[in-house]
């Protein structure tokens, strides 16, 4: 089991930026894939950005490309969102996600993630 925790959400400004975290607990972080997904209000949940177990490999959906950054520290079980230039459309709840692999890649499906944290919420005024 990995237990999973976000924090850094919260209300900002269009055009701000945010740091989310996700802190993991439970087994070694180094073997699994990381990624974040969001869900916003009458939507389905979506994928954000992705990082392979060992952070040499990333990939991003393309809403969020160029403005958003996944990266991780193995040393401190930590994975982050950079998210800059916010805009409106990325009001949602974000997801910190994990799954076991032996290979070093990222994944972009829902259901290729074992396990959730229980979501922080970010909402952009304008």
């Known amino acids: 089991q990995v237990q999973l925790v976000e924090s850094g959400g919260g209300l900002v400004q269009a055009g701000g930026s945010l740091r989310l975290s996700c802190v993991a607990s439970g087994r070694t972080f180094s073997n699994y894939a990381m990624a974040w997904f969001r869900q916003a209000p009458g939507k389905e949940r979506e994928f954000v950005a992705a990082i392979s177990r060992s952070g040499g490999s990333t990939y991003y959906a393309n809403s969020v490309k160029g403005r958003f950054t996944i990266s991780r520290d193995n040393a401190k079980n930590m994975v982050y969102l950079q998210m800059n230039s916010l805009k409106p459309d990325d009001t949602a709840v974000y997801y910190c996600?994990?799954?076991?692999?032996?290979?070093?890649?990222?994944?972009?499906?829902?259901?290729?993630?074992?396990?959730w944290g229980q979501g922080t919420q970010v909402t952009l005024s304008s």
């Open positions: 996600a994990a799954r076991f692999t032996a290979l070093d890649r990222w994944y972009r499906g829902v259901n290729e993630y074992s396990y």
